[in-house]
């Protein structure tokens, strides 16, 4: 039988002896040689644009189908893989998936910041000030707050989250009362500064229950 295609070929090579009927056993005609060689490159470019109807087996790093759609159940992707199979670049690859680097994904960078390895911090990292002035601050919108309070009222930390730790900025200069919330650990001493007439920094630390905090002399 003719060898019209690659998987005609025999591994055995002696049993290689024509190519689309061209004979190239033992003894043939010197002129039919560079015929059998075309012939050859046009069997190998046919493989490669997968009109002779072969397939490579997914062992030998094919996908062991003759179409797209067999190709994917083969390599068991569903069907939205398509436009991906076809994809010529990484570009064309990223657009077929609807997927934008630095758009809607993050680009690699090694020296991004991620919460379970240490880093060092080689340039500033500044968190956003909240102005915030009835003396009730969320730790769910930031870690400082600025506040100036223009009543009394209760010195409170709310969503508490342990770990967390900041700042308040209280400028209290018109010294009204301010009493402590049940969770807001702060002595009676500070608690008495705070309420008198001034600037104060109060640092905090959460446990995840109750802040505990500090407080400066008085800036003015």
Do not use: W
């Not at 009676?188 to 905090?204: E, F, K, M, N, P």
């Amino acid at each position: 039988m003719a060898k019209t295609k690659i998987s005609e070929y025999d591994s055995t090579a002696s049993n290689n002896t024509d190519i689309d009927s061209i004979n190239i056993d033992e003894g043939c005609a010197p002129s039919g040689i560079n015929n059998a060689i075309r012939e050859v490159m046009a069997h190998l470019k046919d493989f490669q644009a997968g009109l002779s109807g072969d397939t490579l087996p997914i062992a030998s790093g094919g996908t062991g189908a003759t179409t797209e759609s067999a190709a994917r159940t083969a390599l068991g992707a569903g069907t939205t893989g398509a436009s991906v199979f076809q994809a010529a670049t990484v570009a064309a690859a990223q657009q077929a998936m609807d997927v934008e680097v630095g758009v809607d994904v993050q680009a690699y960078d090694a020296d991004t910041l991620v919460g379970d390895t240490a880093k060092t911090l080689t340039a500033p990292f500044r968190g956003t000030v909240t102005t915030d002035n009835d003396l009730s601050f969320d730790q769910n919108t930031t870690n400082n707050f600025s506040c100036t309070p223009s009543s009394g009222g209760t010195l409170t930390f709310t969503n508490h989250t342990a770990g967390q730790s900041g700042y308040v900025l209280l400028d209290n200069s018109a010294g009204v009362a301010i009493t402590a919330a049940a969770t807001t650990k702060i002595t009676a001493t500070d608690l008495t500064t705070i309420s008198t007439a001034g600037v104060y920094l109060i640092s905090y630390f959460d446990n995840g229950t109750n802040a505990y905090c500090t407080v400066s002399a008085s800036y003015a």
